[in-house]
């Protein structure tokens, strides 16, 4: 799985695209994975790719309402599901990420 799943970690999307990046796990979900080898942190379950697909979902939706609402994405915090998860710091730079996604399809 690579980067694809991080159990309990902030995903690293400065060069993602978040379409993608779901459309990847949910192949991987109909192989029928239930153990995954990640290419960092410890060995986990199917759930820690459902928690990434919640993620990168949650982070889009954010910044999308952001956008829409015409706030800044520096105003959108750490969803509780994952303020213990480890690399809090690329939060930041995840929003940012999909925020640029966001507006250049807009233009």
Known sequence: MGDLVLSKHHP???NANPQVWINI???AELLGVETIVPG???VC???ALHEVKAYI???VALVAE???SKKSIDEISVPKAYQDWYFT???KSNLKRVYDLITKSAD
């Open 66 to 68: 952001a956008v829409q």
């Open 57 to 59: 979902n949650d982070i």
């Open 89 to 91: 710091t690329y939060f």
């Open 40 to 42: 960092h942190g410890e």
């Open 45 to 47: 379950s199917i759930k």
């Open 12 to 14: 690293v999307m400065m």
């Open 25 to 27: 796990l949910e192949r």
